[in-house]
């Protein structure tokens, strides 16, 4: 269950309280309460328990392109701008009268399907 409501917040974009509100509506339809999670954070003990470990990796904003480091030795983690279409990486947000942070424009999760895999087989 824990597994499925993280499903749910990673494809939907759903925020915490929303799954906090869903793991409580599924809580109180079901009979039996022993396994299921209270809250969002409940669900995250329960996810990191298992070793299912995830990773974030910046986008294009067209998705043309990633930003990481590879094995091949392509050190892309370092460039500002994509290689195929030019756009930037991070955009510019006012964080007070002056100063501006520089925040992504995109970014994807990937989990390791090998660990998974391994988890499933065991």
């Known amino acids: 269950m ?23 509506m599924i809580r109180d339809a079901t009979p039996i309460k022993s396994g299921l999670p209270k809250t969002y954070y409940d669900a995250k003990k329960c996810v990191s328990k298992w070793g299912l470990q995830s990773q974030r990796i910046d986008c294009c904003v067209d998705g043309r392109m990633l930003f990481y480091d590879n094995e091949y030795g392509k050190n892309d983690i370092t460039l500002l701008k994509c290689k195929f279409c030019g756009k930037p990486r991070y955009q510019p947000r006012k964080t007070g009268t002056t100063t501006t942070k520089q925040v992504l424009v995109k970014l994807m999760f990937y989990f390791p399907l090998i660990l998974r895999l391994q988890r499933m087989y065991a």
């Open 2 to 24: 824990c597994v499925r409501l993280f499903s749910c917040k990673s494809n939907w974009n759903i925020p915490n309280q929303c799954i906090d509100f869903i793991a409580k």
